[in-house]
């Protein structure tokens, strides 16, 4: 709708009204603005349906790629308030279709490369560990699964942290400056953590809430091992 708008003033203006053309050219550049866009667009979503299907990662097409991601995502979300379907599925599957593109890379990197992000909610409640200062303060008591995923951060040699919220997160990777990020969370951090650290590979592991949301929330500890040695093995 907007490029056939463009379209119209431009040649509304170039027929008939010669004496604006300053205006002709600035709509003009914007419409192939617009077309580039769109042809940068059709590339990143060829390049993700065949690095889906094919299982490996096309490397030249990586930042059309990355571009489409960023561009399509809110609109799938705004398509999927209009047909009433629920946010937390559609970024289910934003995470699970980034996990599949970023295990098509096949890359090794170095362990101390690798920062595994947290949420604190994992931390059980009643605990008066300051586990978000340090990790070391971690008793590793085994009542909920920092300690293990500790335990798994020290045999692989990889750099963990744990969060309370985005702006630490992205903290973190400032700081660290990271390869690839191994990130804890539900899907709606998840997503904005993926969107957020492109480039970077993010490998999203879906917490568990049997409590309900923020409360005591619990992971699958295979599947973050799972991911660490995907990058590291």
């Given at each position: 709708m907007v490029l056939f708008a463009a379209l119209s003033c431009y040649l509304w203006l170039s027929f008939f009204q010669h004496d604006l053309g300053f205006v002709r050219y600035l709509i003009f550049f914007a419409v192939l603005i617009i077309l580039g866009g769109l042809a940068v667009i059709i590339v990143?979503?060829?390049?993700?349906?065949?690095s889906l299907l094919s299982e490996h990662d096309f490397a030249w097409l990586q930042k059309p790629i990355n571009f489409t991601v960023s561009i399509l995502y809110p609109v799938v979300i705004w398509i999927g308030r209009m047909c009433k379907i629920a946010q937390e599925k559609i970024q289910?599957?934003?995470?699970?279709?980034?996990?599949?593109?970023?295990?098509?890379?096949?890359?090794?990197?170095?362990p101390d490369r690798l920062l595994v992000l947290l949420p604190h909610c994992l931390q059980i409640t009643d605990c008066t560990k300051r586990i978000t200062v340090t990790t070391?303060?971690?008793?590793?008591?085994?009542?909920?699964?920092?300690?293990?995923?500790?335990?798994?951060?020290?045999?692989?040699?990889c750099h963990v942290q744990i969060a309370t919220g985005g702006t630490l997160a992205r903290d973190a990777v400032k700081k660290l400056r990271p390869q690839a990020v191994v990130a804890v969370a539900c899907e709606r951090d998840l997503t904005s953590g993926i969107l957020d650290c492109i480039p970077l590979p993010v490998l999203g592991v879906?917490?568990?809430?049997?409590?309900?949301?923020?409360?005591?929330?619990?992971?699958?500890?295979?599947e973050v091992e799972n991911a660490l040695r995907f990058f590291t093995a």
């Open positions: 990143g979503f060829a390049g993700i349906i065949f289910s599957s934003f995470v699970e279709v980034n996990n599949q593109l970023i295990k098509a890379k096949r890359g090794k990197l170095s070391d303060n971690c008793a590793r008591c085994g009542r909920c699964p920092v300690g293990g995923i500790l335990n798994l951060c020290d045999s692989y040699g879906t917490n568990l809430r049997p409590h309900g949301p923020c409360f005591n929330t619990q992971v699958n500890l295979l």
